[in-house]
């Protein structure tokens, strides 16, 4: 069975400075999809980046990119520029290629300091 | 273009009674998907609804089930309440893609199920 680590449950970060949040997973499928969810206090699950296993290039979306080390089954997310806004439990996921439920980690709280 | 909605935003129940949570897709998407979120915890898949029937379940009892309205619109129904099932309710809708398998799911804002 897939499963998903987050192995840090609260980080702290300096508003404008970068943080990195990691993620391992384990999985014996070569077709998968990862993703980092932010969901702040209104509870509404938002998608930051989503990666496709078989795209070796990082995605980034504006601040936010990843760096997918797949032999590794490592997926980071690097956030530049740190806004209070971002301030939020982000969860890294997994999605099977072959069906469509998603595998959340427990998460990380992150907290932006002024 | 209305996002996921779900109803109620709160509801207080029982233990014992049966619940009913809504989950409207954002438009154009035709699967919807389930999750409970307990406190603390990442959500876990209970199942998805495609073309008014249920495609994939996870590891939950058979006193969750679901249903899906032609117009896509989906209700979670849960049976004989017990208090491990107060949790946040989410809703996930997507669109089937070539393939048969869905995009990416977009999040509703959540039900909150306290079970007293």
């Known amino acids: 069975a897939q499963t998903v680590t987050q192995s840090q449950p609260e980080m702290s970060v300096q508003e404008a400075e970068t943080v990195t949040l990691s993620c391992t997973y384990d999985?014996?499928?070569?077709?998968?999809?990862l993703f980092w969810y932010k969901q702040p206090p209104s509870r509404q699950m938002i998608l930051v980046i989503r990666?496709?296993?078989?795209?070796?290039q990082n995605a980034t979306e504006n601040r936010f990119s990843v760096n997918f080390q797949k032999a590794a089954k490592s997926f980071s997310l690097k956030i530049s520029d740190s806004q209070l806004g971002d301030a939020a439990m982000y969860f890294c996921?997994?999605?099977?290629?072959?069906?469509?439920?998603?595998?959340f980690g427990k998460g990380t709280r992150l907290h932006i300091l002024p | 273009d209305a996002g996921v909605t779900q109803s109620p935003t709160h509801l207080i129940k029982t233990r014992g009674q049966q619940v009913t949570l809504r989950c409207s897709p954002k438009?154009?998407?035709?699967?919807v998907s389930w999750y409970q979120q307990a406190l603390g915890q990442g959500p876990q898949f209970i199942f998805q609804?495609?073309?008014?029937?249920?495609?994939q379940r996870g590891n939950f009892p058979d006193r969750f089930s679901g249903h899906q309205f032609p117009n896509y619109s989906s209700e979670l129904n849960v049976n004989a309440l017990l208090l491990g099932d107060s949790a946040l309710y989410l809703c996930?809708?997507?669109?089937?893609?070539?393939?048969?398998?869905?995009?990416?799911?977009?999040f509703g804002p959540g039900t909150r199920l306290t079970v007293l």
């Open positions: 996930a809708s997507s669109l089937v893609a070539s393939g048969g398998r869905v995009d990416t799911q977009y």
């Open positions: 999985t014996s499928e070569s077709d998968y999809y």
């Open positions: 990666q496709e296993a078989y795209k070796q």
């Open positions: 996921a997994y999605r099977s290629g072959v069906d469509d439920k998603i595998i």
């Open positions: 438009s154009g998407h035709d699967t």
């Open positions: 609804y495609y073309e008014e029937e249920e495609r």
